[in-house]
């Protein structure tokens, strides 16, 4: 299928959407519980154009820089596009990242969280991004996140040190273990810290994120095809 064209991307789009009103279905949960967002790292302006044209309006990307190179004039075009960071977060990029994301999801150290309280105080009335926590589910060195035995009290820290509002959290399972797992333990997290918000599903194993009670899916090659 040709990913370049707006038909192709559209047939593809309404497909991921039908799934995600299937499983919605399956878990006995309203369709707007659960939020579309059409995963855009790598790809360029003409790949996102026909997915625009399609009336998607929740994107993620993975960089900051990357972003900052094909956004904002799309944002001009379509000002009501909702951008989310959904990769690993530089400190020394919070303040571009401020002005860029409405959303940012991987929320994962104390200097992160300090630099973020930092930057959110100089908006001087801006809305700041929503922010999620990512939790590092599999304890994965090589992965970004929290582990989840020291969430509470890095969301405790958030809260009353920094005077963040987090709004819910995140995760990537390990891509060698069943995700049913991980995405359970990341809904009793929020649960017990009072988080509605999870983002949590991609491409592979989105419909069961839905019925553990993922609010956001992050979809990429399933809308836009391979990278």
Same mark, same amino acid.
């Given at each position: 299928?040709?990913?370049?064209?707006?038909?192709?991307?559209?047939?593809?789009?309404?497909?991921?959407?039908?799934?995600?009103?299937?499983?919605?279905?399956?878990?006995?949960?309203?369709?707007?519980?659960?939020?579309?967002?059409?995963?855009?790292?790598?790809?360029?302006?003409?790949?996102? /154009?026909?997915?625009?044209?399609?009336?998607?309006?929740?994107?993620?990307?993975?960089?900051?820089?990357?972003?900052?190179?094909?956004?904002?004039?799309?944002?001009?075009?379509? !000002?009501?596009?909702?951008?989310?960071?959904?990769?690993?977060?530089?400190?020394?990029?919070?303040?571009?990242?401020?002005?860029?994301?409405?959303?940012?999801?991987?929320?994962? =150290? !104390?200097?992160?969280?300090?630099? /973020?309280?930092?930057?959110?105080?100089?908006?001087?009335?801006?809305? &700041?991004? =929503?922010?999620?926590?990512?939790?590092?589910?599999?304890?994965?060195?090589?992965?970004?996140?929290?582990?989840?035995?020291?969430?509470? &009290?890095?969301?405790?820290?958030?809260?009353?040190?920094?005077? /963040?509002?987090?709004?819910?959290?995140?995760?990537? !399972?390990?891509?060698?273990?069943?995700?049913?797992?991980?995405?359970? /333990?990341?809904? =009793?997290?929020?649960?017990?810290?009072?988080?509605?918000?999870?983002?949590?599903?991609?491409?592979?194993?989105?419909?069961?994120?839905?019925?553990?009670?993922?609010?956001?899916? =992050?979809?990429?090659?399933?809308?836009?095809?391979?990278?």
């Amino acid at each position: 299928m040709d990913v370049t064209g707006e038909n192709g991307v559209s047939e593809r789009l309404a497909q991921v959407r039908g799934r995600i009103a299937q499983a919605c279905r399956d878990a006995g949960r309203a369709e707007a519980t659960v939020q579309l967002i059409a995963v855009s790292k790598t790809f360029d302006a003409e790949h996102i /154009l026909p997915v625009l044209a399609a009336g998607q309006r929740l994107f993620g990307e993975n960089r900051v820089q990357e972003a900052k190179g094909k956004w904002p004039s799309l944002k001009e075009r379509h !000002p009501d596009v909702e951008l989310h960071l959904i990769g690993p977060l530089q400190s020394n990029k919070v303040r571009e990242a401020l002005a860029l994301f409405d959303v940012i999801h991987t929320l994962d =150290r !104390p200097s992160l969280a300090e630099a /973020l309280s930092r930057e959110i105080a100089r908006l001087e009335g801006r809305p &700041a991004p =929503r922010l999620l926590v990512q939790v590092n589910t599999g304890e994965e060195p090589q992965k970004a996140g929290i582990a989840p035995g020291a969430a509470d &009290a890095f969301l405790d820290a958030c809260r009353e040190e920094h005077g /963040l509002t987090i709004e819910g959290l995140m995760c990537i !399972p390990p891509a060698d273990e069943p995700a049913a797992a991980h995405f359970a /333990l990341l809904g =009793r997290i929020a649960a017990r810290n009072g988080l509605k918000t999870l983002s949590m599903g991609m491409s592979g194993d989105f419909e069961t994120a839905i019925l553990l009670g993922a609010t956001h899916v =992050r979809v990429g090659s399933a809308i836009f095809g391979g990278r």
